[in-house]
């Protein structure tokens, strides 16, 4: 069996972008699955195809071969690439696959500590899950493993949702090392995978900038279990973390419990947070905006791009001058150009001038392929307002 596509589909996968529409399909089985990708008769591909999707087929591979061979060899190269990390750090985190980065469409595997959590998203990879478990296992050596597929893109694969243990021991919480700080993984109830680990990279760039300022105030905005927050909280005198979640802030105390640190919490949600604190003026020499993605599709653009300059322009508000503004966007519905251009009207309308001191992205285990802009969904900018 395989699948033929169309002079449009095959001009997307000669370009190496992986994806191809179901109008862009001429034929293919009736079921999900891994199969070759044929265009006037030769094989140029090979891909997850769900012919009920509108995103039909995502490429792995642009050569001949056996298909769950060949996928097989693209997880052992994604983990292979993140050795070094392991020994750098065992008892630290990291993604060992990254979907369509590694070439490994519907298949993120994030390690804590030597346990797996494992998200798929793809009905070809769910019906293979076992030998996908096994190969993990005997890849890695994990402790255990969790199958964490609890994401609501699985009910548009027809697939069920559920957190399950698949091999081993997977705690309910594991505590990492990211630097010199200890963060807590929450994988069967937390979000994602039980922590972000695309801003791992920046939260050491917010530790080691809060070393060089000690700022007597820093502020973390959608703090979550205050991963930035404790880098912070290490240098700084006194560090807010906000968050409308009880339950994440609670957390966060523990977190800070566990590292000798102190943090004050606030229960609150941001937009009317900022707001309140905007009122009395500059008041923090570090601040910083993690926000949830505003715009989980791309017709949410134009209320996610006033949503992400409201609570910028709040933020700018209340960076004392020689301050910073560290902030981010996890939508890759707003590119990087668009990302900036709310951040310059952000400033304009508040009055102030900000220099860009470091532009950044997502860690480097989350890669960006140049072929498929949307793999570069993480945006960071570090911005210092300006003495005048």
């Given amino acids: 069996m395989f699948v033929e596509v169309n002079t449009a589909g095959a001009e997307r996968l000669r370009a190496r972008h992986p994806w191809v529409y179901r109008g862009q399909i001429k034929r293919g089985p009736s079921t999900p699955g891994l199969y070759p990708v044929r265009f006037q008769g030769r094989t140029i591909a090979l891909g997850i195809y769900n012919p009920n999707q509108t995103l039909a087929l995502r490429a792995y591979a642009w050569r001949e071969g056996e298909p769950w061979a060949t996928l097989v060899e693209n997880l052992k190269r994604a983990v292979a690439r993140r050795e070094e990390d392991r020994r750098l750090r065992p008892e630290g985190g990291r993604r060992l696959a990254h979907a369509e980065g590694d070439f490994l469409p519907g298949l993120i595997v994030d390690e804590y500590a030597g346990h797996l959590v494992v998200q798929i998203g793809a009905a070809a990879l769910e019906a293979r899950r076992e030998e996908l478990v096994r190969t993990l296992a005997e890849l890695t050596g994990a402790r255990g493993v ?65 070393e060089r300022l000690r700022p007597e105030r820093a502020l973390d905005v959608f703090s979550y279990h205050g991963a930035f927050a404790l880098h912070l909280a290490r240098w700084a005198k006194e560090v807010i973390a906000v968050d409308s979640s009880a339950e994440a802030l609670a957390k966060a105390r523990l977190a800070a419990q566990k590292n000798g640190l102190w943090l004050e919490t606030i229960e609150a949600n941001a937009f009317d947070f900022l707001k309140r604190a905007a009122r009395g003026g500059p008041g923090f020499d570090l601040v910083v905006l993690d926000p949830p993605s505003f715009a989980r599709k791309r017709s949410d653009f134009e209320r996610a791009y006033r949503a992400y300059k409201e609570v910028n322009l709040r933020a700018m508000r209340l960076v004392r001058p020689g301050g910073f503004l560290l902030t981010a966007s996890c939508s890759h519905h707003l590119d990087e150009a668009s990302f900036y251009a709310m951040l310059k009207e952000a400033a304009a309308d508040v009055g102030i001038a900000f220099r860009v001191v470091a532009k950044r992205g997502q860690a480097s285990d989350h890669p960006v392929l140049l072929n498929v802009p949307e793999t570069g969904y993480l945006k960071f900018a570090a911005l210092e307002r300006v003495v005048e």
Avoid at 157 to 169: F, K, M, Q, S
Avoid at 187 to 209: C, I, M, V, W
């Fill in 146 to 210: 969790l199958l964490k597929n609890d994401s609501r893109g699985r009910l548009q694969e027809g697939l069920p949702r559920y957190v399950e243990t698949a091999l081993g021991e997977v705690p309910e919480l594991i505590w990492i090392r990211e630097g010199e700080v200890w963060l807590p993984v929450f994988p069967h109830s937390g979000q994602k995978t039980g922590a972000f680990l695309d801003q791992r990279e920046n939260r050491l760039y917010a530790g080691a900038l809060a």
